[in-house]
């Protein structure tokens, strides 16, 4: 006999163009009709309310889920050949367990002060100022290749200490990354792990020449930690230095971009923008919230739990989803309205607790100081065209932002 108490749950197409395109559209449905839900196709749970991506974030049972995870669940052939950039990745902070990450979460908090940020803020100036008059001089920009991913690449290369001759092969060294964090095939991962390797290569000999001579830079902070035995050797300085390469700049490209979007979306909100600058602030808070930048984290549940609810069974993988609890009507009204007035923008885009992004202090600052300078520049700004690329799961991200100025 059926047992007519049985509910079963909701079907969702997360992979279709429709969700591709509009995955908040998506994610509104899933937060209204089974906020936890469990997904064959993601293989896990979808965390999508505020409250309960709020109680995922602070819970220290779920636990960061490594990225070699993914890798490991591949078929024995594949694993052998991407066994050289598991082996790369695994020596990323956080990629091994919990304590490492809070160990370079330690060392990074000695470099990224309120203060030191504070001290390149001319210079970021300096990077923004030269590339808005190279595309002064042009009367047209490519927002995510000429603007948006130069800055950042720019401002973490000189953290780093990286020559200034070599940033453009960084930055598509760094670009061949992004399948590592994303729904991928073996081709792009083989193209990631082919990247991935000669960063590593050419991150050895700059370490050992801030050994030999340090700096004020943050790898001559990692020198100096590994001096003190909190690093282990070179190789983990130098991992965990292309890994800062990728996510240096990765956030703050995709802030910038977005948020740029949004203010063509909402002309009032660009308007406005231009006339009260001190509205900055909030500004790049909105944009925080409302594009999304922060997408999706992957936890693993690391004993048996419940969660809105819902019963989830150890080692299952749980799919934290940043963008719908930043759209979530019970926490922001009018989520899907873009407004740079909005107070108490409490978003989780950056994380929370001890996930918390360290970055986030200079992301905010390199936005700040890119819209403060590109548009008064330019009072007739227009979008061209744009496009777009799917970032599964439930993501997506610019290629291409067309402007004339």
């Given amino acids: 006999m059926l047992n007519d108490n049985v509910v079963t749950p909701p079907r969702y197409e997360f992979f279709s163009q429709e969700a591709i395109a509009n995955s908040q559209s998506l994610l509104s449905r899933i937060r209204s009709e089974d906020p936890v839900h469990f997904s064959d196709q993601l293989g896990g749970w979808l965390v999508t309310r505020y409250a309960d991506v709020m109680a995922a974030l602070k819970d220290p049972r779920f636990v960061q889920a490594t990225g070699t995870g993914r890798l490991d669940a591949m078929p ?9 950039l ?63 991913y130069p800055l950042p690449a720019n401002v973490i290369a000189e953290m780093l200490g990286v020559p200034t001759k070599d940033r453009e092969l960084l930055q598509k060294w760094s670009r061949d990354l992004l399948p590592i964090f994303t729904a991928s095939n073996m081709e792009q991962l083989l193209q990631s792990q082919k990247s991935v390797m000669e960063m590593t290569d050419y991150m050895r000999p700059i370490v050992e020449e801030h050994r030999r001579s340090p700096r004020q830079d943050l790898i001559s902070v990692f020198v100096a930690e590994e001096a003190a035995g909190n690093i282990r050797n070179a190789e983990e300085i130098a991992a965990n230095c292309v890994l800062l390469l990728f996510a ?29 600058p001190e509205l900055m602030p909030s500004a790049v808070e909105e944009m925080l919230r409302f594009s999304g930048i922060g997408g999706t984290i992957t936890r ?47 978003h989780v885009t950056f994380g929370y607790g001890s996930y918390y992004c360290l970055g986030a202090a200079l992301a905010r600052l390199e936005a700040q100081v890119f819209f403060s300078t ?25 290629t291409t932002l067309n402007v004339t100025l």
């Fill in 76 to 84: 024995e052939a594949a694993r052998q050949q991407l066994r050289p």
């Fill in 86 to 148: 598991r082996d790369s990745i695994r020596l990323w902070m956080g990629n091994d367990s919990t304590e490492d990450h809070l160990r370079f979460q330690r060392i990074l908090k000695k470099y990224f002060t309120p203060g030191t940020l504070e001290a390149l803020r001319p210079r970021i100036q300096e990077l923004t100022t030269e590339l808005v008059d190279a595309a002064q001089a042009r009367g047209r920009a490519e927002v995510v290749s000429e603007l948006a």
């Fill in 248 to 276: 240096g700049h990765e956030t703050t490209a995709n802030l910038i971009c977005n948020g740029l979007s949004a203010l063509f979306d909402f002309p009032d909100q660009l308007e406005l923008l231009r006339a009260k």
């Fill in 300 to 346: 693993v549940a690391g004993t048996e739990l419940e969660l809105g609810g819902k019963k989830i069974a150890p080692r299952q993988l749980v799919f934290v989803s940043l963008a719908s609890a930043n759209h979530d009507p019970e926490v922001f009204p009018e989520p899907n309205r873009f407004d740079i007035t909005r107070k108490a923008n409490k």
């Fill in 374 to 398: 590109f548009l008064p520049r330019f009072p007739n700004l227009r979008l061209v065209d744009r496009a777009w690329e799917p970032s599964p799961p439930l993501g997506r991200r610019l």
